[in-house]
């Protein structure tokens, strides 16, 4: 490997330290001990095989979303959405839970569960889509309209949670009935964790790195993603192709919440996605979309997540601390990960055009 | 409905739009120069509970009686906040030449956080408030005074800061220079004007009058702190922005008339206790799809069309609702 | 003021752009600064007028030297420069875009600024609206509104690259009239840049000659046009031949057709091209060919009339599943009407009838919506159709529009690969992009990006990725910014596909090219279709003055 490649590959080892040197200072500043906010991070991950198994519950969600979101910031798109199509997934899968399922104690769950996801993939499809068409026939931008869709598909779960789907003894608002047990994802032993939904996981990725890389569909959504009119003159139909991205990304969303929501939970519950979209957000933008380190940056911010938890019973920390870590990760890793933009090193400069400039008017002549 | 009722509405609008409309300024302020400032949502929520919590030490610390001082001294913390997340989302657009939306979408959801974790020592505590002045003479007039001249100091401010932003851009040589490089960063960068210190500085600016825009939450129109105490108010101001135009006075009305929705929302509730909470707060997040909607599609430009000839140009120019040009955009200086 | 460039050098790489030149600009004259495309024309110039720094070299002025960190500041010394482009405020009012960095005093005083607008445009000769917004007008206009600008501020040269492009043959007589004045009455120093002969020849006292990056020779008035050639080119140029064309089936067929956008609207145009005929559309920028091009090829919708291809309708939007758009409309009706019976016949109370309605809305809105994106998500666009119906468009934008930036050659070659399959047969790609490559003489390999390629090789790229045969090729300015000799070789390969029966119809601003390479010209002229005229029996004196708007009585 060349030095420059090396100088490349090893450098973003320095904002991460950095980033937990600010973390670290900001614990002293608020009168916390480092080491014990740490230790307890690390035990509330790893500490017991039960604790273990909660890392990789958490692994799987955040692995769908960030799969999904390959596929979208692949096309050029920021789908903000992702936290709600996660949440229309679950009220998907909560769905046909609590309308096949629940009435049907003796339907096989290899019946059950295979509708249960694939509700939730639709469900999660269609309202990325929507936030699709809103933009393409719209003009919305998809920030917007993920943020708007985001917050109703949260007040649609309160609803649904306080009204319809209420538990017959009323009054706790957390979640609906628990789920009949032919509903839920098969466990692993004691724990929360459904090893089926991690092999689906890994399948999903490998599918979608095969369909982004080898696919004459892959190669379109790159081309939209790179130039959105470039392509489309070169006759890629750029609409359908950003709302098909769209559609992948909710369906790995629309998993992820159905996988929390018959996995992790029995329920459906008030805070289904707890944030697990954005921060599927930061883990592509930590690893550049690139599939490997996305399924390990996942699986640290996995081992954040989990771990946090831990950490705000034991040392009366927010909770949001974890979101913090990963925050400042991510934050200083887009700021100061590339050494060439930051030492203002010139490249030189492209010949310039021979000729009188491009004079681009659309629709004029 | 009785004639004072209409004028408690009223009042109530013009002071719940206020905080809102600094940050809908502030915002307009920036992009204008050409930056986007995604970290909105975080940097109110940051700044809000700066704000409180500096207000309220200062307070106890000092042994205050007033809350003059501990106020003033919120609003420079929460100011400070604002200028600093926005001076990172300016440094690395501009001297990093990273993607703009990346750095602010982190930064929204870390300072969101950071704002939770700090914060979460000083939550439903009473502290501090802003003076309410009601202005002598003028108050009294019927119908206008109790609307327009009986309320706290900040209320007033943002109206004359709304005023000011306007005629800074378009009355004066320095705004016009800032919105030359909003619009063609090339064509300014070839007449002289500094496009980086420009962006830099005007982006300080914004995110200070944002930082103030938290602190009016929190020490003014929704006191004290809670975790999330204003999620997503941010997030609205950004589609105002774009649905004023990139406008002080257009963007000051997109205000205006959602903390009218918001009070006339809050009203009929009272009114009708039985329908549920949901349907009005499904509202705003309608409401803010349906103005960008309209802004994003051909409805207006189909208005345009339908008014008679001598009108079409003037108000094509008054419905313009194109961003600034260079809105975004990373300017290589050759 | 006395300008002198002295042993001017640029490197940009390894590309040495201007190398060793000097030259020298005396007052009240009127200097050519002659080259074809790429030989460093442009780059001298921008040195000059201070947007970029020469890699050596010295620039005098009045026998002091200086240097410039900026454009102002060779401004401030009195050196200004016009680009084809204006560096101006296009959404701004021509005040607005005056005053911007004019002076360093607070407040903008808009009436006086008007008014010294309007007196400096008596002076100069110029007409201008103070208050008129600059995207309305036109490119010729908002070169003189910058011209004035600069005068205002002092300019004593201005430098004018490439300023016939695109404006009228009236409004370059005007532009002539001006440069001469300012220079041999107000003793101001012009230096007009160009890469034609004839406007040189017309207006300067004096031309520089560059080629390759060098100064080949200076000449003054009077100028040999041999001589002028060869220093140009070093050569002469071969003539082509124009194919022969004869009576060929329509293919295009365009009907009253009114196309309309934000900014211009054409109205009823009316043309015909057949197979194998080339249409030249000519006119100032603005003027309408570039809608009615992308009107034909789909992208644009046709408010009235029609455009056919071969019989088909090229139409906007065709939407498969329009009928659906039913769905939710009878379902909400359907169901309020049910609920409304029922409470009528007093089988249900109000409330159960209002909680009916609004199910009866949340089912109704939830199909409108999976309609709408159903909808959405199967429409095919008017311009893919034409594609697949053997059209293809090339935008003048190369890398903003019609390639890629970061995809590679082999990529492109699959992304435009009519018999996609699922997977990608890179291999296949591979092959045919190097079969291309060598065909087209594209210089560049299958892997390299399309953004590493230069202006030229991105046209043949551009052109090795259309399909064979196509029945229309519709072309943006095919040979802007190439020399000549590529520009000859694209026109070789339109002749081909000629010959193959496609038929072209393309926009060009050179109307030496429009009128050696159509058979037909239709001329544009604010926003109306003047005429179509026989390339063959006209000249470019008479398509200048059409092209200007005066309609010739014959």
């Known amino acids: 490997m060349s030095g420059e490649k090396l100088i490349k590959t090893l450098w973003p080892v320095l904002p991460i330290a950095l980033a937990l040197l600010v973390i670290t200072l900001l614990l002293l500043v608020v009168g916390a001990s480092p080491a014990e906010t740490y230790g307890a991070m690390i035990d509330g991950a790893f500490g017991s095989s039960d604790k273990v198994f909660s890392t990789l519950a958490f692994w799987v969600p955040l692995l769908f979303c960030s799969i999904g979101l390959l596929v979208t910031f692949t096309t050029g798109l920021w789908n903000i959405g992702v936290e709600g199509q996660m949440i229309m997934g679950a009220i998907g899968a909560s769905w046909v839970a609590l309308k096949v399922a629940h009435p049907n104690p003796e339907l096989s769950p290899w019946i059950v569960i295979p509708l249960e996801l694939i509700a939730g993939a639709v469900f999660g499809a269609l309202w990325a889509a929507l936030a699709g068409v809103l933009k393409t026939r719209g003009g919305v931008h998809e920030i917007f309209g993920g943020v708007a869709l985001n917050n109703l598909a949260i007040i649609a779960t309160n609803f649904l949670i306080s009204g319809p789907w209420q538990p017959p003894e009323g009054g706790s608002f957390r979640g609906t009935v628990p789920f009949s047990k032919n509903a839920l994802l098969p466990l692993f032993m004691n724990t929360r964790f459904s090893p089926l939904s991690l092999g689906l996981a890994l399948l999903a990725l490998i599918a979608v790195v095969i369909a982004l890389r080898g696919t004459a569909w892959g190669l379109r959504l790159r081309a939209l993603g790179k130039s959105l009119r470039s392509a489309f003159i070169l006759g890629v139909p750029s609409e359908r192709g950003m709302i098909e991205a769209m559609m992948v990304g909710g369906m790995m969303a629309g998993l992820a919440g159905a996988v929390r929501t018959l996995s992790w939970f029995d329920s459906l519950r008030q805070s289904i996605s707890g944030g697990i979209g954005f921060l599927a957000i930061l883990i592509v933008l930590l690893a550049g979309s690139r599939p490997l380190l996305t399924l390990i940056i996942a699986f640290v911010f996995s081992v954040l997540l989990n771990g946090g938890t831990i950490v705000q019973l034991r040392t009366q920390l927010h909770s949001s601390l974890s979101g913090i870590i990963q925050g400042a990760l991510v934050l200083f890793v887009l700021l100061f990960g590339d050494p060439w933009r930051l030492f203002k090193r010139r490249q030189p400069e492209p010949p310039p055009e021979p000729g009188p400039p491009e004079v681009l008017e659309e629709g004029a002549a | ?334 | 003021m006395r300008v002198e460039l002295k042993h001017i050098h640029k490197r940009f790489g390894d590309v040495h752009a201007n190398n060793d030149i000097s030259i020298v600009f005396e007052p009240g004259h009127i200097y050519g600064l002659l080259g074809e495309n790429g030989a460093g024309k442009s780059t001298l110039m921008k040195i000059l007028s201070g947007y970029q720094p020469p890699s050596s070299g010295q620039i005098w002025v009045d026998g002091r030297t200086v240097s410039f960190h900026s454009p102002s500041d060779a401004l401030r010394i009195g050196i200004g420069m016009l680009y084809q482009e204006p560096k101006d405020f296009p959404p701004m009012r021509t005040v607005e875009n005056h005053l911007l960095a004019y002076d360093e005093r607070l407040m903008l005083h808009i009436s006086d600024a008007s008014n010294d607008l309007l007196d400096a445009g008596e002076r100069y000769g110029f007409e201008n609206d103070p208050m008129v917004y600059l995207d309305t007008l036109t490119l010729g206009q908002r070169q003189q509104v910058e011209m004035l600008r600069q005068l205002a501020l002092g300019a004593e040269m201005l430098i004018l690259d490439e300023p016939t492009t695109g404006i009228s043959a009236e409004q370059k007589d005007v532009l002539f009239a001006t440069m001469r004045r300012l220079a041999h009455a107000e003793g101001k120093t012009i230096v007009l840049v160009s890469h034609k002969l004839e406007e040189v020849q017309e207006l300067c006292d004096a031309v520089a000659v560059l080629r390759k990056g060098q100064l080949v020779g200076q000449r003054a008035r009077p100028f040999s046009t041999d001589d002028l050639v060869e220093m140009m080119f070093g050569q002469s140029i071969p003539r082509t031949e124009r194919p022969h064309f004869e009576d060929t089936p329509p293919v295009l067929l365009v009907e009253s057709a009114t196309i309309h956008t934000y900014s211009l609207t054409i109205e009823d145009i009316n043309l015909q091209l057949c197979e194998g005929e080339v249409l030249g559309l000519a006119g100032l920028e603005g003027s309408g060919q570039k809608l009615l091009l992308q009107a034909c090829a789909g992208l644009l919708p046709v408010r009235s009339g029609r455009i056919e291809l071969d019989g088909w309708q090229v139409k906007g939007l065709r939407s498969p599943l329009a009928a659906g758009r039913w769905a939710a409309p009878l379902v909400l009706l359907g169901m309020t009407a049910w609920y409304l019976v029922r409470f009528l016949t007093g089988t249900i109370r109000g409330l159960q009838l209002a909680g009916g309605i609004l199910s009866a809305l949340l089912i109704a809105g939830t199909l409108q919506l999976v309609f709408m994106i159903l909808n959405a998500w199967t429409s095919r666009d008017a311009y893919h159709e034409f594609r697949t119906r053997g059209g293809a468009y090339v935008p003048a934008g190369r890398l903003e529009e019609a390639l890629v930036p970061g995809l590679t050659l082999t990529e492109h070659t699959a992304l435009v690969d009519p018999e996609l399959n699922i997977m990608v047969d890179w291999d296949g790609a591979k092959e045919t992009i190097s079969q291309r490559i060598v065909r087209f003489g594209i210089i560049g390999r299958p892997e390299t990006k399309v953004e590493a390629l230069s202006g030229g090789n991105q046209q043949r790229a551009m052109l090795a990725l259309l399909k064979s045969p196509l029945r229309i090729l519709l072309l943006e300015h095919p040979t802007r910014g190439l020399d000549v000799t590529s520009a000859n070789w694209m026109w070789e390969l339109f002749s081909e596909r000629r010959q193959e029966g496609t038929a072209i119809m393309f926009i060009s601003a050179d109307l030496d090219e429009l009128l050696e390479r159509s058979d037909r010209i239709a001329v544009f002229s604010g926003g109306k279709l003047l005429g179509i005229v026989n390339a063959r029996q006209t000249s470019v004196e008479e398509l200048g003055y059409l092209i200007g708007g005066k309609v010739d009585e014959r």
């Open chain 2, 1 to 334: 409905m009785t004639s004072s009722t209409i004028v408690l509405l009223l009042a109530s609008i013009v002071a719940q739009s206020a905080p809102l409309m600094l940050a809908i300024t502030g915002e307009t302020i920036t992009e204008r120069a050409g930056v986007i400032n995604l970290s909105l949502d975080g940097t109110m929520m940051f700044s809000a509970m700066a704000g409180f919590v500096v207000a309220l030490r200062v307070q106890q610390i000092g042994g205050f009686e007033a809350n003059l001082v501990p106020v003033l001294a919120g609003y420079s913390a929460a100011a400070l906040s604002g200028a600093l997340i926005a001076l990172i989302v300016a440094w690395g657009s501009i001297r990093l030449r990273q993607d703009q939306v990346a750095i602010g979408f982190v930064l929204t959801l870390l300072m969101a956080d950071l704002a939770n974790f700090l914060g979460q020592n000083f939550t439903r505590i009473p502290g501090p408030s802003v003076k309410h002045i009601g202005i002598p003479v003028l108050k009294d007039i019927p119908f206008l005074g109790p609307v327009l001249f009986n309320h706290d100091l900040i209320i007033y401010l943002t109206y004359v800061i709304v005023f000011v932003a306007w005629w800074w851009l378009y009355r004066t040589q320095p705004g016009l220079r800032m919105r030359g490089v909003g619009e063609r960063p090339a064509s300014a960068f070839a007449r002289g004007v500094n496009i980086g210190g420009t962006r830099y500085l005007y982006t300080l600016i914004g995110g200070a009058l944002v930082g103030m825009a938290g602190a009016t939450y929190s020490l003014d129109v929704k006191l004290g702190w809670s975790d999330n105490h204003i999620l997503g108010v941010g997030w609205i101001a950004l589609a105002i922005v774009i649905f004023g135009g990139w406008h002080p006075l257009r963007g000051a009305f997109g205000a205006i008339l959602y903390g009218a929705t918001k009070t006339l929302a809050t009203a009929l509730q009272q009114s009708f206790p039985e329908v549920p909470t949901v349907l009005f707060n499904t509202l705003q997040w309608l409401l803010m799809l349906g103005v960008l909607l309209l802004v994003g599609g051909d409805t207006l430009k189909r208005l345009v069309e339908l008014a008679p000839k001598p009108l079409r140009r003037p108000l094509a120019q008054a419905l313009r609702f194109a961003p600034p040009e260079g809105l975004g955009q990373t300017f290589f200086e050759e």
